[in-house]
């Protein structure tokens, strides 16, 4: 299952476009590698770098964990978001890169009174596309919700009544305060993971250390 890409003198990390792929550029030339396409231009999804052994898969953010999981990336970087609500499972994650940060809160209605709601024992409709986190956040609360799956856009949800509350990661919050939202509830802080397959660990160990080691001087100097 968690078998690694085929020639153990090459590697493949797995990005997504956009913060993490714009965040992780500096950790790699920390490592010495430039990637030599922009995936913002380019419609390739395998991009070359200065290094002829390491070459970069542009997926989709949630795809991270799974292109690591089963071999088809060596390494890749993540969201703890992310990485919560797929579980993990065959990754092993040696760095907090402390990039792309954000927080993963609870918003509403400008109008609703939250408090009250859950002091009262209502039942809410809680939009996400985190719905792991936000099953164990009123868990702990001793909420009961109703969570509704959502893959995107998850502010327009109370604008519109589908639900009472987002769960949603924040950042400037310029978001929800143009949509009359406001953020009663912080769950936890999100920063993103370097994530290895756990097989490419000990296979490839030679190429992969000193990049991890790399990556992990790089972040807390940043950080
Ligand atoms: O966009 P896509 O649907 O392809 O996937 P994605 O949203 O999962 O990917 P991407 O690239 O947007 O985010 C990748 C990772 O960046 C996430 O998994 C988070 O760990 C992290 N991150 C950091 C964020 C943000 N900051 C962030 N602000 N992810 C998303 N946002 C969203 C936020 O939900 C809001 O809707 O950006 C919007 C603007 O945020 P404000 O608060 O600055 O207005
Ligand atoms: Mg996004």
Same mark, same amino acid.
């Given at each position: 299952?968690?078998?690694?890409?085929?020639?153990?003198?090459?590697?493949?990390?797995?990005?997504?476009?956009?913060?993490?792929?714009?965040?992780?550029?500096?950790?790699?030339?920390?490592?010495?590698?430039?990637?030599?396409?922009?995936?913002?231009?380019?419609?390739?999804?395998?991009?070359?770098?200065?290094?002829?052994?390491?070459?970069?898969?542009? *997926?989709? %953010?949630?795809?991270?964990?799974?292109?690591?999981?089963?071999?088809? /990336?060596?390494?890749? @970087? $993540?969201? &703890?978001? !992310?990485?919560?609500?797929?579980?993990?499972?065959?990754?092993?994650?040696?760095?907090?890169?402390?990039?792309?940060?954000?927080?993963?809160?609870?918003? *509403?209605? %400008?109008?609703?009174?939250?408090?009250?709601?859950?002091?009262?024992? /209502?039942?809410?409709? @809680? $939009?996400? &596309?985190? !719905?792991?986190?936000?099953?164990?956040?009123?868990?702990?609360?001793?909420?009961?919700?109703?969570?509704?799956?959502?893959?995107?856009?998850?502010e327009l949800a109370p604008l519109v009544g589908l639900?009472d509350a987002i769960v949603d990661v924040v950042s400037?919050?310029?978001?929800?305060?143009?949509?009359?939202?406001?953020?009663?509830?912080?769950?936890?802080?999100?920063?993103?993971?370097?994530?290895?397959?756990?097989?490419?660990?000990?296979?490839?160990?030679?190429?992969?250390?000193?990049?991890?080691?790399?990556?992990?001087?790089?972040?807390?100097?940043?950080?």
């Amino acid at each position: 299952m968690t078998k690694p890409t085929q020639d153990s003198s090459q590697l493949i990390l797995a990005l997504s476009k956009g913060r993490i792929f714009e965040d992780t550029l500096p950790l790699l030339a920390a490592a010495g590698i430039e990637v030599l396409e922009n995936p913002e231009t380019s419609r390739k999804l395998i991009l070359a770098t200065n290094d002829p052994g390491v070459r970069v898969l542009i *997926v989709r %953010a949630t795809d991270v964990p799974t292109y690591v999981q089963y071999g088809a /990336a060596d390494f890749g @970087v $993540a969201g &703890k978001d !992310v990485l919560l609500e797929h579980g993990g499972e065959g990754l092993y994650q040696p760095v907090d890169l402390r990039i792309a940060c954000c927080r993963m809160s609870v918003a *509403v209605n %400008a109008g609703f009174d939250y408090e009250t709601a859950v002091r009262q024992g /209502a039942r809410l409709r @809680v $939009a996400t &596309k985190f !719905v792991e986190t936000a099953r164990e956040h009123f868990a702990k609360k001793g909420v009961h919700v109703d969570l509704i799956k959502l893959y995107g856009s998850m502010e327009l949800a109370p604008l519109v009544g589908l639900s009472d509350a987002i769960v949603d990661v924040v950042s400037t919050g310029g978001t929800l305060r143009a949509n009359n939202l406001v953020e009663v509830e912080k769950i936890m802080e999100i920063s993103s993971r370097l994530v290895v397959n756990q097989a490419a660990l000990k296979l490839k160990r030679e190429r992969l250390q000193p990049i991890i080691e790399a990556f992990d001087r790089a972040s807390r100097q940043q950080g």
